[in-house]
């Protein structure tokens, strides 16, 4: 940043600081997190501010005021359009403002601060048998403030309206300081409501024939809603000005009822055209939503998550998803049935419960799952939510699919079909040909136009479409805009460059200005080009990792949950990455921005499946810890815990003496203070004798099928009573187990500190012991899923060009995928069996607990999973610095589950990390899979051996 603008940047914050603003960042890593939202737009803000209370939001104004400096409102910063980004100051309503204040179950209304997220409010009104109405994919982070800036509407405003149909009143404050509670022109007191009035009286002809044609027409301001027919609502008015006429600072939203009960029908047709043909007969059945999805999404998630993670679906290339409601389930169901009766499906299917509600999770995650083409490359938002009247929507898909070929283009296409609204993600060369995009857009919004449909049909207008509202308006409409912005803001400070004066669509593009970071990798990065930048810019910032998942099994993001600071976000630990490709904020691999973003990061892998952008900050974080200290002095914490097999192997000598030299409590100290660890963790106690020890002279069993157990350090030095437990169960399942003649190590401890040389001569040393025994076609199994997860996941990456990586992938199984994969295998009786597990992180992200899940089942056990992360995770939770995080990430779910069980409960965990965070915080003897098995076999016959792999068997 220039020196003149880095002297206004320190002017604008003392200024707020003198004002009263008391939460307040202007530092370089800061800004970069705030430099976008959930488009393809940056812009680097001068400061970005956390209001407590609206008297900090009228300081703020003040002092933009007095600056001339612009003002950007941001809620869940999930714009797609480029509307919550801004070169000035950026107001961030979640951290603070984000109170559900009250709600009136008679009125059917709630208030609400700006920062309060759509599943909190409807959360509050649950009691009542209420939520409300719009629910955007997003919702389960998207704010209030957000939804009313870009009048959100969802899946399910078919049956609810827009957000602009749920306001009964808006508290907000303008430019010049005056705090207003809208409602209709005749009630607001203001001079702003009688200079509107008379514009409105000026020009009715133009208002009542160009805006309100249709149910999805959010581009521009929605003049319609000032009309006298209309009640003069201006609050209604003010839902989708994006920021640009007055700042939110509380509202008064309606409530709608939940319905008591709902079915999901699934329409199969050959193509989404068709599939847009059938929406004009579905309509008067009044589905509570009617979405579209093209088949190729839900192979996306095949690919992405395995068959698992989608339901059975009728046949087709493409569906409607139709939500039907009814007093009860006979009832939805039977509404359900009458909808296919008319839909013309070559297919169909109804569903409920669970299932339902995975489809809904695809849907939902469209944004994301469509940031790849089907051709695997990286596809963009730009022309993301085009309506048209539904009943020409059809027409419009066939028009728009010709035109992505004629602009040799690819897209994954969904929506919102019963309102006619169509979502679409596209590969747009944004990197190389930007002009592409220009090209494409500005014939995509002639076809809009000349179907008489909107440029936006939920998101907003932003940066991305505000220059194609002519496309759609007159010339007299677009002249009414700029006279309403003059009104409310005649200095340009509120959002500059979005709806009025619109900035030109291709300028301030974030990927044209990124550089390529190829060379000397760590990782092979096969699916993003072999390029890191093209990496961390697959999040294109829907902010899944900001929403708490875990009551449905998610991880991601630990330490958001734990901080609720966005700095700790996925998302904006990819923006400062993105800087980091950008070069102008974050200079190198060795910033101080860098190190202050990913510290808190636990490399728990939750975002690479729980993004739906596939985002792996895991391997990234690693990446950048491996060029910033490749060949230079290390924090002493990679030492002492990156080679932890190397500690334990030379404490494996002598292993009595090593655990009562430690136990000393002087010398304990010292050894944490030496080694970077916290204080408060106790150290770990080494086993008297290894795995290998204690499976010496088993005699063996030779007709059995024979398995390799990968023996990780974590099981050979501290929990060998795993893999005893292990080799009784797999004997038991009639295997004949060997184990390596060397020690072998997974290079987890050396990865995950980035020390990633020294990870693969682990692996390449690795794959000598195994590879032999995987090329007579042995299975592996795996005890530690962190390191099973390497073996099946980082070693193809590390070490992409030795063929025998990929075969041990591929020859990889958990313990509870080879016991299911096992003919005539039936598990033990854990009938009575009750209790929690925590899956580990890694084996939830690479590995799946599916099958864990269904051996539990399948055996009478009943075993609830709980979501989220220990906090433990390795080596960050044991690190000097990361404690209280740590304690806090397991007190998000795992904790409050442990104890909701009960002492009797048995709890599982197959990490040692988890396992060792559950002693020290609850003390809780948590058990391994093959524990619980191994307790419920029969009485053994007689014991075999373990044989070392290589050895004749």
């Known amino acids: 940043m220039p020196v003149d603008a880095n002297d206004r940047a320190a002017e604008l914050v003392a200024a707020l600081r003198r004002a009263g603003v008391s939460?307040?960042?202007?530092?370089?890593?800061?800004?970069?997190?705030?430099?976008?939202?959930?488009?393809?737009?940056?812009?680097?803000?001068?400061?970005?501010?956390?209001?407590?209370?609206?008297?900090?939001?009228?300081?703020?104004?003040?002092?933009?005021?007095e600056l001339a400096v612009p003002l950007t409102s941001r809620g869940g910063g999930t714009s797609i359009a480029g509307?919550?980004?801004?070169?000035?100051?950026?107001?961030?309503?979640?951290?603070?403002?984000?109170?559900?204040?009250s709600v009136d179950p008679d009125a059917r209304t709630a208030r609400v601060e700006p920062g309060a997220v759509l599943d909190s409010i409807t959360d509050a009104a649950a009691t009542h048998g209420l939520r409300f109405g719009p629910d955007p994919s997003t919702h389960s982070r998207a704010t209030m403030g957000g939804s009313i800036g870009n009048n959100a509407c969802g899946s399910r405003a078919l049956a609810y309206g827009r957000t602009a149909d749920n306001v009964t009143a808006l508290d907000l404050l303008t430019i010049s300081g005056e705090r207003l509670t809208a409602t209709t022109l005749a009630e607001t007191a203001s001079p702003i409501s009688a200079q509107l009035s008379g514009l409105v009286a000026e020009r009715l002809a133009l208002i009542r024939t160009e805006f309100g044609r249709f149910g999805r027409q959010v581009s521009g301001y929605s003049l319609e809603h000032l009309l006298p027919e209309n009640g003069g609502r201006l609050d209604r008015f003010l839902v989708g000005s994006e920021g640009t006429l007055a700042v939110t600072v509380g509202a008064t939203v309606k409530l709608v009822e939940q319905p008591s009960a709902v079915a999901l029908v699934v329409l199969?047709?050959?193509?989404?055209?068709?599939?847009?043909?059938?929406?004009?007969?579905?309509?008067?059945?009044?589905?509570?939503?009617?979405?579209?999805?093209?088949?190729?999404?839900?192979?996306?998630?095949?690919?992405?998550?395995?068959?698992?993670?989608?339901?059975?679906?009728?046949?087709?290339?493409?569906?409607?998803?139709?939500?039907?409601?009814?007093?009860?389930?006979?009832?939805?169901?039977?509404?359900?049935?009458?909808?296919?009766?008319?839909?013309?499906?070559?297919?169909?299917?109804?569903?409920?419960?669970?299932?339902?509600?995975?489809?809904w999770r695809i849907r939902e995650?469209?944004?994301?799952?469509?940031?790849?083409?089907?051709?695997?490359?990286?596809?963009?938002?730009?022309?993301?939510d085009a309506a048209v009247p539904p009943a020409r929507l059809a027409d419009y898909l066939r028009d728009f699919s010709a035109l992505l070929s004629e602009h040799r283009l690819d897209g994954l296409v969904y929506g919102h079909f019963g309102d006619g609204c169509v979502h679409a993600r596209i590969d747009f060369p944004l990197a190389d040909r930007p002009e592409a995009f220009r090209r494409f857009v500005t014939a995509s919004a002639e076809l809009v136009g000349r179907y008489g449909g909107s440029m936006s049909g939920e998101h907003g207008d932003g940066r991305a479409r505000g220059e194609l509202l002519p496309y759609m308006y007159s010339a007299a409409a677009i002249e009414t805009f700029a006279a309403v912005k003059h009104i409310f803001d005649p200095s340009d400070l509120l959002n500059p460059g979005v709806l009025v004066r619109p900035a030109p669509l291709d300028r301030d593009l974030r990927l044209p200005a990124a550089r390529s970071l190829a060379h000397r990798l760590g990782f092979a990065y096969p699916h993003d080009r072999g390029d890191l930048s093209t990496a961390v810019h697959r999040c294109v910032g829907v902010g899944k990792c900001r929403a708490d998942t875990s009551a449905s099994g998610g991880v991601m993001c630990p330490s958001y949950l734990a901080t609720k600071d966005e700095k700790d976000s996925t998302r904006a630990r990819a923006r400062v990455l993105q800087e980091l490709a950008n070069g102008a904020l974050v200079k190198g691999f060795d910033a101080p921005e860098l190190q202050q973003s990913l510290d808190l990061c636990l490399s728990c892998k939750g975002c690479s499946s729980d993004c739906p952008a596939g985002v792996d900050m895991a391997t990234y974080k690693a990446e950048v810890l491996y060029q910033r200290y490749r060949r230079r002095?290390?924090?002493?914490?990679?030492?002492?815990?990156?080679?932890?097999?190397?500690w334990a192997r030379l404490a494996a000598r002598l292993p009595r003496l090593t655990n009562a030299v430690l136990a000393r409590k002087p010398i304990a100290a010292l050894a944490k203070r030496a080694g970077g660890i916290d204080p408060r963790r106790p150290l770990p106690s080494f086993a008297t004798s290894t795995l290998r020890q204690q499976l010496v002279g088993r005699p063996a069993?030779?007709?059995?099928?024979?398995?390799?157990?990968?023996?990780?350090?974590?099981?050979?030095?501290?929990?060998?009573?795993?893999?005893?437990?292990?080799?009784?169960?797999?004997?038991?399942?009639?295997?004949?187990?060997?184990?390596?003649?060397?020690?072998?190590?997974?290079?987890?401890?050396?990865?995950?500190t980035g020390q990633l040389d020294g990870a693969r001569r682990r692996l390449r040393a690795a794959l000598d012991a195994v590879d032999p025994a995987v090329a007579r076609g042995i299975p592996v199994v795996g005890l530690e899923p962190s390191c099973t997860a390497v073996l099946r996941s980082d070693i193809t990456e590390l070490l992409p060009n030795d063929p025998r990586a990929a075969r041990l992938a591929a020859a990889t199984r958990t313990l509870a995928e080879l016991l299911r994969e096992t003919e005539g295998w039936q598990p033990p009786s854990l009938s009575g069996v009750t209790g929690v597990a925590q899956p580990h992180c890694h084996h939830h992200a690479v590995l799946g607990w599916q099958a864990d899940a269904e051996l539990l089942a399948d055996s009478g056990a009943a075993i609830t999973a709980v979501g989220g992360c220990c906090g433990l995770a390795g080596n960050f939770g044991v690190e000097r610095g990361h404690y209280d995080v740590s304690v806090a990430v397991a007190g998000t779910a795992l904790l409050p589950a442990v104890a909701a069980a009960g002492d009797e409960a048995t709890v599982l965990a197959d990490g040692f990390s988890c396992r060792t965070q559950l002693d020290q915080l609850a003390a809780v003897r948590a058990r391994h899979l093959a524990e619980l098995l191994a307790d419920h076999l029969p009485d053994p016959e007689v014991d075999h051996p373990v044989e070392p792999e290589g050895r004749s068997s």
């Open 365 to 384: 995650d469209g944004a994301g799952l469509g940031g790849r083409s089907p051709d695997n490359q990286p596809a963009w938002p730009g022309w993301e």
């Open 701 to 752: 069993k030779a007709d059995a099928k024979p398995v390799l157990l990968f023996v990780d350090t974590f099981t050979e030095h501290f929990t060998p009573e795993v893999g005893q437990a292990a080799v009784r169960v797999l004997e038991a399942a009639g295997y004949r187990v060997q184990v390596t003649e060397q020690p072998v190590c997974c290079g987890l401890t050396w990865i995950s």
């Open 83 to 101: 509307n919550a980004i801004g070169t000035g100051l950026v107001l961030d309503f979640s951290r603070h403002l984000n109170r559900v204040l």
């Open 268 to 359: 199969g047709y050959t193509d989404m055209p068709t599939a847009a043909e059938a929406v004009p007969a579905l309509l008067p059945h009044r589905p509570v939503a009617l979405e579209g999805m093209d088949a190729r999404l839900v192979d996306v998630v095949r690919t992405r998550r395995g068959s698992a993670a989608v339901p059975p679906l009728p046949s087709g290339g493409g569906w409607l998803l139709a939500e039907v409601s009814g007093a009860d389930l006979d009832a939805a169901r039977s509404a359900a049935t009458e909808l296919v009766a008319d839909a013309g499906a070559i297919d169909a299917s109804i569903v409920t419960g669970p299932a339902a509600a995975a489809l």
């Open 23 to 65: 939460d307040l960042d202007a530092g370089t890593r800061r800004r970069a997190e705030y430099s976008s939202d959930a488009s393809n737009y940056r812009l680097v803000p001068s400061a970005v501010a956390f209001p407590r209370h609206a008297d900090e939001v009228a300081a703020a104004l003040a002092v933009c005021r």
């Open 633 to 646: 002095l290390r924090p002493v914490a990679h030492y002492s815990l990156g080679w932890l097999p190397r």
